[in-house]
């Protein structure tokens, strides 16, 4: 390809319209979208040419072990200080998977970087929103105590 026919990655990307076709999609059409997303991620993850770092399947299975070890702090009778492990071991992973996974934002559009941010600084207050949730839940249903007790 010869440099005057090279695309400009940096430039605004057309608006799509639909007219109809089936290989346009229209950029906000909710779940319609969500649904294409999905198995847009599904054969990209599939796909032969993408390949998995080893920090990939690391982040995977440290997913699992901080699962299981939550799991059995919650159902196993062991010291309060020990059921703190789990919780740390979480926090970890979870930093080291979003360290790992910011990584891929330089070679993104300054546009698609500020979209990824935005969905994981969203994606990181449904998580505060949610835990305060249950928190709150575990609470009330503490402070109520057991019935037939």
């Known amino acids: 390809m010869a440099e005057s026919e090279s695309p400009n990655i940096d430039a605004e990307p057309e608006v799509v319209v639909n007219s109809g076709s089936t290989d346009a999609a229209p950029r906000r059409a909710g779940f319609a979208n969500f649904f294409r997303a999905m198995n847009h991620i599904r054969q990209a993850s599939v796909a032969e040419n993408v390949k998995q770092?080893?920090?990939d399947y690391l982040s995977i299975a440290?997913?699992?072990i901080c699962i299981l070890s939550l799991v059995f702090a919650v159902s196993m009778p062991v010291p309060p200080a020990y059921k703190l492990l789990p919780l740390l071991l979480t926090v970890g992973?979870?930093?080291f998977y979003i360290v790992n996974r910011l990584g891929i934002m330089i070679s993104l559009t300054p546009r698609q970087a500020l979209i990824v941010w935005q969905v994981l600084v969203a994606g990181f207050?449904?998580?505060v929103t949610s835990a305060m949730l249950?928190?709150?839940a575990?609470?009330?249903f503490v402070s109520q105590g057991a019935p037939g007790i």
Do not use: P
Request: proline share 0%; charged share 5%.
């Open 138 to 140: 575990c609470i009330y």
């Open 53 to 55: 770092r080893f920090s």
């Open 134 to 136: 249950v928190m709150l």
């Open 62 to 64: 440290l997913v699992v």
């Open 93 to 95: 992973a979870v930093v």
């Open 125 to 127: 207050w449904l998580g």
